[in-house]
């Protein structure tokens, strides 16, 4: 438990000490979005690098985000880490990459994750102050040292809305969504033959500019013979500089010594982020 609490308040005291700034964040798996789940928002689409001319139609393209993942479940003697790079095009179509280590006393796991996302509504579309950005994504999984007969590779398919809600006395981001997946424990144990419908949950609370409180859920899969636990974390995001995001959470994936469903217990979560 000290492992987990000192980094906590390590990280409330420095951010009495913070300017007001903001910048964004990969997932594990690359998208643009939280720890586990996307956001609609594409990576830094105003944070324009150029305007390119190819075959006559100008392309706009984004600087470059970039993330860093660190996971300790001390229950089940896991550490996993997460290296990412995003970037979007025409300030709608997002390109990630991630790569996975997953390690154990047994074995080590690695996992390639290429996703795409495109912005189909953009938030506050005509001129409401409603409508929550809306997109697609796809992703390509591809899982080394799948044991049994699981696939070792699958495409993940997901919708999500996101909306800020700058009408209450702090700004409070919702984002919310549906995954179709194959992935049994996010892919790293393999990928099932069927798909399943799941949920995704975020809500983020900006209690300055620089610093959010969140919330986020991932429902887990059920495919039958296979059924993931839901995971679940609080986190802890501060922006030292607009262009920075530290982030320290604390997750929960389900009971590992349930028979039912397959957990990996609770841990802690370390980011960092940076957008160029």
Not at 49 to 69: A, D, R
Not at 143 to 170: E, H
Not at 232 to 258: F, R, S
Request: net charge negative; charged share 15%; hydrophobic share 40%.
């Amino acid at each position: 438990m000290k492992r987990i609490v000192l980094p906590l308040f390590t990280m409330i005291a420095l951010l009495l000490y913070t300017p007001l700034l903001y910048a964004g964040m990969n997932t594990i798996e690359g998208a643009n979005g939280c720890a586990f789940n996307p956001f609609a928002y594409p990576t830094n689409a105003d944070g324009e690098w150029g305007n390119y001319t190819v075959l006559g139609h100008e392309i706009s393209v984004s600087k470059p985000q970039i993330g860093m993942w660190y996971t300790l479940l001390d229950d089940v003697r896991v550490d996993w880490g997460s290296w990412s790079y995003s970037q979007s095009f025409f300030k709608r179509l997002e390109f990630s990459y991630a790569y996975e280590l997953i390690h154990n006393e047994v074995t080590n796991t690695s996992k390639h994750t290429v996703g795409t996302k495109y912005l189909i509504l953009e938030e506050n579309a005509f001129d409401t102050s409603f409508i929550p950005a809306i997109s697609f994504g796809c992703q390509f999984k591809n899982t080394n040292n799948v044991k049994g007969s699981a696939d070792s590779y699958s495409f993940d398919f997901y919708a999500v809305g996101s909306k800020m809600i700058k009408q209450l006395p702090l700004p409070l981001l919702l984002s919310g969504g549906f995954l179709w997946t194959r992935g049994h424990t996010n892919g790293v144990f393999g990928y099932d033959p069927g798909y399943d419908c799941v949920l995704l949950a975020n809500a983020e609370l900006f209690v300055l500019k620089n610093v959010i409180v969140g919330y986020e859920i991932k429902e887990g899969p059920n495919y039958g013979s296979w059924r993931d636990s839901h995971y679940m974390d609080g986190h802890l995001a501060w922006m030292p500089t607009n262009n920075v995001t530290v982030v320290a959470a604390l997750v929960y994936t389900g009971n590992e010594k349930n028979t039912r469903k397959v957990g990996l217990g609770e841990g802690l979560v370390l980011s960092l982020q940076y957008t160029f």
